[in-house]
């Protein structure tokens, strides 16, 4: 019997890039087409009555569970880069010129981009904290965080996983220090999926997190919890019936703001469910089991790349989850291009989707693998000898 792939991936090609906008198994898509379909059937109906709305309610009861938060604080957003915008400028009016928020140099640029934007509203300042990579142990994080802390730090952002880097960072840690002194707000674009991630235990004001990441939900799926003692005037980008109970149908007025910000697709929303159950059954071990599937293979296909280099770990292990990144030698090219021309080549010559980024500063620059169910060892034995090929060309 020929088996058929969960995954709708082109062939031919090596998929080595999860981290930057996840796969979603087949099942899932007919799953997201079923409920597009019920909603034109009817969208009056849909819409208006309470079949949106229900739909919505028990999606966000399975998610808030899967991620250990309470529902009720707990809101869809389309990406982890709205989440961050919808938190930022809710902040904004307690905000006062020279407040500080405070960010890493390893934070993903589009939610720093929200921060300096608010920063520039309000009069308030960013402040960098530098952390080192390659780096020995987490706790140099939390010593580069902490030491640029001082008596104006407002809010704290951060990266649970971070992007270019690939590190598994110490919320929990920079939560117990600050809180609720200082806020902080968690991009956990990469967290939920990849690692044991249970937003209550980390003692935080603001999470939010993409699905169709590690979760492989539908793209445009993502949500936002925001703790019971913040929640109060937290609203999204988009102000809409809700404001002013223009949206009777949710459960709260926080709800309210975010459950209808007018009318889209609500379909990656509503498929999440379908999703977690598509990827849980991949594995006999449910998603415990994907999660040490994924990690311990990227930690494979990580060594093997530390070995073809010739390079010690940039990071400690217990800082991996299913991303890592290795330094590679420095490029000395104009820097006008979009995408590195490494990472060009990777794909053009040899078929293989990997990223390569610009970091800290160019020319120094890391190239960063992802490990799912649908990757194997032998990939990264391939990424290994056309990475040797293109450097010595």
């Known amino acids: 019997m020929v088996s058929v792939s969960p995954w709708l991936l082109e062939d031919g090609v090596l998929h080595l890039n999860h981290g930057s906008f996840g796969a979603t198994p087949a099942s899932v898509l007919e799953a997201q087409e079923r409920v597009r379909r019920r909603m034109e059937a009817n969208p009056t109906r849909y819409f208006v ?18 991620v250990g ?7 869809f957003v389309n990406n982890a880069t709205t989440g961050v915008n919808a938190v930022m400028r809710s902040l904004e ?3 006062a010129p020279g407040d500080e928020i405070l960010v890493t140099d390893h934070e993903y640029n589009a939610c720093v981009n929200a921060v300096v934007v608010s920063a520039e509203r309000t009069g308030a300042q960013v402040v960098t904290a530098r952390a080192p990579f390659p780096l020995e142990s987490s706790q140099q994080i939390v010593d580069a965080v902490l030491g640029a802390v001082t008596d104006r730090t407002r809010v704290l952002l951060i990266d649970a996983v971070t992007s270019a880097t690939g590190l598994v960072m110490p919320v929990a ?3 117990s ?3 609720p002194d200082v806020a ?11 690692i044991d991630f249970d937003v209550s235990a980390l003692g935080v004001s603001y999470v939010t997190a993409n699905c169709h990441k590690w979760m492989c939900a539908a793209k445009g799926a993502a949500l936002l919890w925001v703790r019971e003692d913040r929640r109060e005037g937290v609203y999204p980008p988009v102000i809409s019936h809700g404001y002013n109970g223009g949206w009777p149908s949710s459960s709260s007025d926080f709800h309210a703001q975010f459950d209808w910000t007018g009318t889209q697709d609500p379909s990656p929303w509503l498929t999440v469910p379908d999703a977690l159950d598509a990827v849980a059954a991949m594995h006999p071990d449910g998603w415990p089991g994907v999660r040490a599937t994924t990690r311990e293979l990227c930690l494979t296909g990580r060594e093997i790349l530390l070995d073809a280099l010739g390079i010690d770990p940039p990071a400690p292990e217990d800082m991996i989850g299913s991303i890592a990144s290795v330094p590679v030698p420095p490029a000395d090219h ?6 590195d021309p490494l990472m060009d080549a990777l794909a053009d010559k040899h078929n293989i989707l990997v990223p390569v980024f610009a970091w800290p500063d160019p020319p120094e620059r890391l190239l960063r693998i992802s490990a799912h169910l649908y990757n194997e060892e032998s990939h990264y034995r391939t990424l290994a000898t056309a990475l040797l090929a293109e450097l010595s060309a």
Do not use: K, N, T
Request: no cysteine.
């Open 49 to 66: 009555g309470d079949e949106y709305q229900h739909e919505l309610d028990s999606a966000r009861r399975v998610v808030a569970d899967f």
């Open 69 to 75: 938060a309470d529902e009720a604080g707990l809101v």
């Open 93 to 95: 009016p307690s905000l």
């Open 173 to 175: 840690d920079l939560a």
């Open 177 to 179: 220090a600050l809180e």
């Open 184 to 194: 902080v707000l968690v991009d956990a674009a990469h967290g939920p999926g990849m």
């Open 334 to 339: 104009s820097g006008s291009e979009i995408f």
